[in-house]
C-alpha cells in the first residue's frame, strides 16, 4: 500500500496526518525513521515500513475498506476474545470505530494512541463496561500495545489477539522459529520442533513459543522478529491455496505472500476484577 497518495484530509503535526481510503479515515504517519498508516475503523495498523527496508505488513490486494467488514490484512485487533469464542468471530474490537486519542513525537519516532471504549452496542454483544487504548509506537520498529482496562463492577474475562499478517517473499521458503516444543490444532495438542514451514494449510496456536518469534523470510533476505508480551500463545496461520480460492477479500494467490504470526491470549484466560488491567503486546523488528 502506497500510504503516500492517499488524499489528505488534515495535518495533526509535521509527521501526522489523517487521510481518506475509501470509506476509511487513516491516520498516516510519515517519519525519518519510518511510514505507516491506521485506520480508526478497527484501530488496525495498515502498512508499516521503516526507512529504507521493505514494507512489513501484508495488505490484501482485495481488502474491503468500506468500514462494513474487517480488513483482511495488516494487524487486526481481535478482542475482548480470540476465534470463534463467541459472536462475532475474533470480538468486535476489529469492527468498530476507534476514537483517535492522542499524538506524540520526536526524533525517535511517532506514538500513536486510540482508544475504545463500552457502547450499547457493545454491551448488547458482551455486557461489560471496558476501556480499551491501543498504543502504536512508530520508530525502527513498530510496536503495538493493546490496554484493556475493567472500568465496571463486574469481573470480566478476556482474549483476543495481534493478528498481524507478515509480508513475506515467498511462504513455500518461509520458516517460523523459536516456536516451542507444543501446539494446538483443531482444539489438539501436538509435539512440535519449533520450526514451522509450510507446504499446506497452518492454523495453529503454539502454546511454549519464546518470548521472540523469528520469520525467516529467505526469499527476502531478511528476518523479522517478533516479541509477544501478555499472551499465552502464538498462533501461527496461512491458509493455503484452497481457503484463499474461498474468501472474497483475498487474491486466489495471495497466500504466497503473508504469514500470520499472532500474540495471543487464544482462550479468555485473562480474568480482570474491577478497575484491573491487562496489556497485549506485539514488537515487530526488521533485521
Ligand atoms: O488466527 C487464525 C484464524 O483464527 C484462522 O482460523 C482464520 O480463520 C483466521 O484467523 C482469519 O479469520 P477471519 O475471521 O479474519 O477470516
Redesign the pocket.
Known amino acids: 500500500m502506497d500510504v503516500k497518495q492517499l488524499p489528505t484530509l488534515a495535518v495533526l503535526s509535521d509527521y501526522v496526518t489523517v487521510c481518506q481510503l475509501d470509506g476509511l479515515k487513516v491516520v498516516r504517519v510519515i517519519h525519518p525513521k519510518a511510514t505507516a498508516a491506521i485506520s480508526l475503523f478497527g484501530g488496525h495498523v495498515l502498512s508499516f515500513t521503516p526507512a529504507d527496508k521493505k514494507e512489513t505488513i501484508w495488505m490484501s490486494e482485495k481488502a474491503d475498506f468500506t468500514g462494513n467488514k ?1 480488513i ?1 490484512g495488516g494487524v ?1 485487533v481481535c478482542w475482548p476474545w ?2 470463534k469464542a463467541a459472536e462475532p ?2 470480538g468486535f474490537a476489529r469492527t468498530s470505530e476507534w476514537t483517535l486519542n492522542e499524538h506524540r513525537e520526536n526524533d525517535k519516532g511517532v506514538i500513536i494512541s486510540l482508544t475504545l471504549s463500552d457502547t450499547p452496542e457493545t454491551r448488547s454483544i458482551w455486557p461489560h463496561a471496558f476501556h480499551a487504548e491501543l498504543l502504536i509506537e512508530i520508530s525502527d520498529t513498530l510496536k503495538v500495545s493493546l490496554v484493556s482496562t475493567n472500568t465496571g463492577e463486574h469481573e470480566m474475562q478476556v482474549g483476543g ?1 495481534l ?1 498481524t499478517y507478515f509480508n513475506i517473499g515467498d511462504i513455500h521458503q518461509t520458516t517460523v522459529t523459536e516456536l516451542g516444543n507444543e501446539y494446538i490444532e483443531v482444539g489438539e495438542r501436538k509435539p512440535s520442533t519449533g520450526k514451522a514451514t509450510f507446504e499446506g494449510e497452518v ?1 495453529r496456536i503454539y502454546t511454549q513459543a519464546a518470548e521472540t518469534v523469528i520469520i525467516e523470510d529467505a526469499a527476502n533476505q531478511r528476518h523479522i522478529a517478533v516479541v509477544n508480551q501478555g499472551n499465552n500463545g502464538v ?1 501461527i ?1 496461512n ?1 493455503w491455496q484452497a481457503l484463499a480460492e474461498g ?1 472474497a477479500d483475498m487474491a486466489n494467490d495471495g497466500f504466497l505472500t503473508m504469514v ?1 504470526a ?1 500474540s495471543a491470549v487464544y482462550d479468555r484466560s485473562v480474568i480482570l476484577r474491577p478497575g484491573e488491567k491487562h496489556t497485549l503486546l506485539t514488537e515487530v523488528i526488521c533485521k
Open positions: 474487517a483482511r487486526p480470540f476465534g468471530s475474533h489477539a493478528h492454523d498462533v496461520w491458509p474468501m500470520c499472532e
